[in-house]
């Protein structure tokens, strides 16, 4: 199946310093990418919606300012938080379709940020 | 926000038995996938059932789906081991394409 990677797994960082992770996809390409963040033991909450070539499109209490999205090319999405926080703490995970319209989405192992 | 209501939030079986949860959502979907999280990974696609679609087998997974009611169920048969995770119900609409709304989880625990 189509496989999503992220970078890094885990980072650990100080309070007020900007953190970049990236999404990418292996064997397929992917217009559209969504960002996810989980918080501990609660379910996976859809941050953003990440488009190629294009600005990505934020879901309602999201800071579009804080939590940078660039989808760079047809396999890369990036998420960066900027002056990170230590509540934005959090396992972060980007999806992408397999293919154009599919239903199914794949998802990134995710990465830990912890910020202290 | 949160699509829906998952319950149990947490199961213990033991091997061999046969594992239920049930996920209920709020609006009209196109469609609800059943994925599964081992702690501290990415998720893994189990099945996804259209919103035309009554009931659909993969394995072990049985999967139900009633849109009158608005719920779901995952049926794991014959659980083992190594199916310990945490189980997320999530909604497609056809207006979102490609968002899906996660239900709140349910942790299953298979004890050898």
């Known amino acids: 199946g189509a496989v999503v990677s992220q970078h890094p797994s885990w980072v650990i960082c100080k309070s007020g310093t900007s953190v970049k992770i990236e999404c990418r996809s292996l064997d397929f390409q992917a217009t559209t990418m969504f960002w996810y963040r989980q918080f501990p033991k609660q379910s996976l909450m859809l941050m953003a919606t990440s488009n190629e070539g294009s600005k990505a499109t934020y879901e309602q209490g999201v800071e579009k300012d804080k939590f940078l999205i660039n989808h760079a090319s047809l396999t890369l999405s990036t998420l960066t938080v900027t002056s990170a926080h230590p509540e934005d703490s959090s396992f972060y995970i980007c999806?992408?379709?397999?293919?154009?319209?599919?239903?199914?989405?794949?998802f990134g192992p995710g990465t830990r940020l912890t910020v202290l | 926000s949160q699509q829906g209501e998952e319950d149990p939030q947490a199961l213990s079986i033991q091997e061999g038995e046969n594992a239920t949860m049930n996920c209920s959502y709020k609006t009209s979907i196109n469609n609800l996938q059943w994925y599964r999280q081992n702690s501290g990974r990415g998720l893994v696609h189990l099945i996804l059932i259209r919103s035309n679609e009554r009931e659909k087998h993969s394995g072990r997974l049985r999967v139900t789906l009633d849109t009158s009611k608005k719920s779901s169920s995952l049926l794991i048969t014959a659980s083992r081991a190594a199916d310990t995770a945490s189980y997320f119900c999530a909604t497609g609409t056809t207006d979102s394409w490609g968002k899906l709304q996660f239900g709140a989880g349910t942790q299953v625990v298979v004890t050898p």
């Open positions: 999806s992408a379709p397999g293919t154009l319209f599919t239903d199914t989405q794949y």
